[in-house]
């Protein structure tokens, strides 16, 4: 299960995604769809471990991920 929690991230001193929740269950599928520059991509990007989160949480089977390198997130699953 992957859960996201009230994320916000930042990027260049502008906030992208502010106060973002969701839970993905095992063989869910999803989309994640909004207009250009809503942070669809941003979002993506820092769960996967290439932004930094400013606030909130990410876990993906009850650990987190705020704080592992990308390498450390893809060797869990989740790219």
């Given at each position: 299960?992957?859960?996201?929690?009230?994320l916000?991230?930042?990027?260049?001193?502008?906030?992208?995604?502010?106060?973002?929740?969701?839970?993905?269950?095992?063989?869910?599928?999803?989309?994640?769809?909004?207009?250009?520059?809503?942070?669809?991509?941003?979002?993506i990007?820092?769960?996967?471990?290439?932004?930094?989160?400013?606030?909130g949480?990410i876990?993906?089977?009850?650990?987190?991920?705020?704080?592992?390198?990308?390498?450390?997130?893809?060797r869990?699953?989740?790219?």
């Amino acid at each position: 299960m992957l859960q996201v929690q009230s994320l916000g991230v930042e990027v260049g001193g502008r906030q992208i995604v502010d106060d973002i929740s969701f839970t993905i269950m095992p063989r869910d599928k999803v989309g994640l769809v909004g207009r250009n520059g809503a942070g669809k991509t941003t979002a993506i990007r820092s769960i996967m471990g290439f932004r930094k989160v400013v606030y909130g949480a990410i876990s993906f089977q009850e650990r987190t991920l705020i704080g592992l390198r990308p390498f450390q997130i893809a060797r869990l699953g989740i790219g």
